[in-house]
């Protein structure tokens, strides 16, 4: 079935900097990808979602980026800022037999350092 | 904003009580989810609902089942918890066809 991973459990990066959070996928049909933050103690809040026929998408202070040939996304935070610490899952989404669903990641812990 | 509240943030059961975790969403979302969420496994699919008083099986509904007797509300329940369902529950909502998840802020279930 489909998997979802995220390639390091923890990344800690210095205020200021950019942080870079990877995320593999296996199903090549799936049709698009979120990337969620969740802050202890809180559920899982939405950042940003990329459809699989784009390779980047931008928000505020963060960049998805697509790689459907090796199956690969990443979720880029501009000017890292304390209030970024937090748990990144990837998810991938799309429209199979059993509907709409999404697989999740197991998540990257983001340790910001003052 | 979109809210999902769950009723219970945190509960202690003991083995082979009968859980109930509630669901409420207030923007008119057809789609709702249980999914339960443990260390290294990420959030896995229990239940989902596209419409009132219809159900699907997700990943692993084993131990688990649901209703849905109104639109808004999704409740959970486990007929006979066990300690392997010790874990952090989360509900979650979407509008039909649309692709954001809005989650609750999740039910911890210890049971003992």
């Known amino acids: 079935g489909e998997s979802v991973g995220l390639h390091l459990p923890t990344l800690s990066v210095q205020e200021g900097d950019n942080s870079i959070i990877n995320c593999a996928y296996s199903?090549?049909?799936?049709?698009?990808f979120i990337w969620y933050k969740q802050e202890s103690g809180k559920g899982p809040q939405f950042i940003i979602d990329?459809?699989?026929?784009?390779d980047k998408r931008q928000g505020q202070r963060v960049t998805v980026l697509l790689n459907k040939t090796v199956k690969h996304l990443s979720l880029q935070i501009a000017a890292t800022q304390p209030g970024d610490s937090a748990v990144y899952f990837c998810?991938?989404?799309?429209?199979?037999?059993?509907?709409?669903?999404?697989?999740f990641g197991t998540g990257t812990q983001l340790k910001v350092e003052l | 904003d979109v809210k999902v509240t769950q009723s219970s943030r945190y509960l202690v059961k003991r083995t082979g009580e009968k859980v109930f975790l509630e669901c409420v969403q207030d923007?008119?979302?057809?789609?709702m989810f249980w999914y339960r969420q443990d260390p290294g496994l990420g959030l896995r699919l229990i239940y989902f609902?596209?419409?009132?008083?219809?159900?699907e099986k997700g990943d692993i509904p084993e131990g688990y089942s649901v209703s849905r007797e109104k639109k808004e509300r999704f409740s959970l329940i486990l007929e006979s918890a066990s300690t392997n369902q010790t874990s952090m529950y989360l509900c979650?909502?979407?509008?039909?066809?649309?692709?954001?998840?809005?989650f609750g802020e999740g039910s911890r279930l210890t049971v003992l």
């Open positions: 923007m008119d979302h057809e789609n």
């Open positions: 609902s596209y419409d009132v008083k219809m159900k």
């Open positions: 990329i459809r699989s026929n784009m």
């Open positions: 199903n090549s049909a799936s049709d698009y």
């Open positions: 979650a909502s979407r509008s039909g066809g649309r692709r954001e998840l809005f």
């Open positions: 998810a991938a989404g799309g429209f199979t037999g059993g509907g709409n669903k999404l697989t």
